[in-house]
């Protein structure tokens, strides 16, 4: 049985929505666990540097 905050395959429902944010080239996405809009990874790069509020997707490894 799948957990609540993962679909039936196992994966986390915020990283699957990452994911099809990703490839349809959107900035951000809804997580659907918390409503909350997330930037995706994508965008941060396109950003260009990190703005240092601890980004669940920052690629510069902010962890603030």
Request: negative net charge.
């Amino acid at each position: 049985m799948a957990e609540p905050d993962r679909d039936p395959d196992g994966v986390a429902r915020w990283q699957a929505a990452h994911d099809r944010a990703v490839a349809a080239g959107e900035p951000t996405y809804v997580d659907p666990d918390t409503g909350y809009s997330v930037f995706t990874e994508a965008y941060h790069l396109v950003r260009g540097t990190c703005c240092g509020s601890g980004c669940r997707h920052c690629p510069y490894g902010s962890t603030t």
